[in-house]
């Protein structure tokens, strides 16, 4: 089998993508169910429809473009991202991975291979939270860990709900027919920018992804009593503010001593009412991301801030309150789709790297119905969610060859 990537096509394919968007180039924004979004997938299905793919789109919009095998009633071998754009982005986050994708199916198409098991191409709807609020809002509804009817009335900054947002844009049907039945693929396969600097700086042109971490939000809200900073003496205080900063060195000593470096946590956001010089903070809220590779360690980094949380409270005569706004499970690759990973990187010579990815992407919720991993390839200085976003051509396409050779090893 002779498998040859179309680098100059899939390039191409990639700056025409890039020009459906709401920014000035070289910025991209593309921001789900947007006349902008729509148009992008229509030129995307049209794309499918053309490698000779059978084209279906869910009520949410998540599009499965299929290759039939020749055991129509195996389980599905899929791959794919996402084509949704932050504000001000760049245009290689998630469409490396959808039209890497569709090229990799294309080359094996070429090469005359046949599947046994069906190869499906999965473009999965908002990957990123920007319009309402929820990131992978798509592959949360696939892999059921949200619900059809809290989907349906999350709403965006203009009160409209997914629900008439989705109807509007022609996905009709019912939500709660998103979710796809258990054992409905033998595989899930995410080619993705790494987002961070590591395989760049180790000059490695592949990582092979083996965990992926995920985030809890935690929501702080500290009350104190505020009043004049020159007539309010120093014994009669209960100043918000100095309450938060002893909780946010709390939540560094927490991550900084789990016993593992995979351990993070950051206070992201800080809010101070009522903002004035000469006021005592009487109010403060924090945002808290934690983030682990298990979730063991990351639930005890958790409780950690919490058991501070209440130290401080006691030892200043404050309220603390701390609201848990998500805790996603971090998730495992399959060993199995690893090793036909690294046995494709071995086939074509290119050394690879084990890895974690401390982003998270739809295939966190994948690998809740399916056997799942992930390949990396590098990007400029590690950047993403930026105009300045860059994967090399080489790379790119080392990227899709590695994938159609894996996607073939997977689906014979
Ligand atoms: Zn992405």
């Known amino acids: 089998m002779n498998l040859v990537i179309d680098r100059e096509r899939l390039l191409s394919e990639i700056e025409t993508l890039a020009s459906f968007s709401d920014a000035q180039p070289p910025a991209v ?43 129509a009633a195996a389980p599905v071998v899929g791959t794919g991202s996402h084509i949704d754009a932050i504000p001000n982005a760049g245009k290689y986050d998630g469409i490396v991975g959808v039209l890497g994708g569709l090229e990799a199916i294309r080359a094996l198409r070429r090469s005359g291979f046949r599947p046994k098991h069906s190869i499906e191409l999965l473009v999965f709807t908002s990957e990123e939270p920007t319009r309402f609020g929820i990131g992978c809002l798509g592959s949360r509804l696939l892999s059921g860990t949200l619900s059809a009817d809290a989907a349906a009335k999350l709403t965006d900054g203009d009160g409209a709900s997914v629900e008439q947002v989705r109807l509007a844009a022609g996905f009709t049907g019912e ?76 939540v560094e ?22 903002g004035a010089v000469n006021s005592i903070p009487s109010r403060v809220r924090l945002s808290v991301d934690i983030r682990d590779t298990e979730l063991h360690r990351r639930d005890a980094v958790i409780e950690k801030i919490e058991a501070a ?29 690893v090793d ?58 080392r990227g899709a060859l590695v994938l159609a050779e894996t996607l073939c090893r997977l689906s014979v």
């Open 253 to 274: 000593n927490a991550a900084r001593n789990s016993g593992a470096t995979d351990s993070v946590a950051t206070v992201g956001t800080c809010d101070v009412f009522p």
């Open 175 to 250: 939500l709660a027919e998103v979710k796809l039945a258990n054992g409905y693929y033998k595989a899930f396969l995410e080619l993705h920018i790494e987002q961070g600097p590591i395989l760049e700086r180790e000059h490695v042109p592949l990582g092979l992804v083996t965990h992926i971490a995920a985030p809890a939000t935690l929501r702080v809200s500290i009350e104190g009593s505020g009043g004049h900073a020159g007539a309010v003496l120093m014994p009669d205080r209960s100043d918000a503010l100095c309450a938060a900063a002893e909780l946010i060195l709390s």
């Open 309 to 337: 949380s209440r130290t401080i409270l006691e030892k200043r005569g404050i309220s603390i309150r701390t609201e848990l706004l998500n805790a996603d499970p971090p998730a495992d690759c399959a060993s199995a789709i």
């Open 29 to 71: 924004t593309r921001i789900i169910f947007t006349p902008t979004d729509l148009r992008a997938r229509a030129w995307l299905k049209e794309h499918c429809e053309g490698a000779g793919l059978e084209v279906r789109q869910d009520a949410i919009g998540n599009t499965f473009a299929r290759w039939s095998g020749s055991d």
């Open 340 to 397: 036909a990973l690294a046995q494709s990187c071995k086939k074509h010579g290119m050394n690879f790297l084990p890895m974690v990815s401390r982003a998270y992407h739809d295939s966190l919720f994948m690998a809740r119905i399916a056997p799942m991993a992930m390949l990396f390839i590098p990007c400029r200085n590690g950047y993403s969610h930026r105009p300045d976003e860059f994967a090399s051509p080489g790379d790119i396409a």
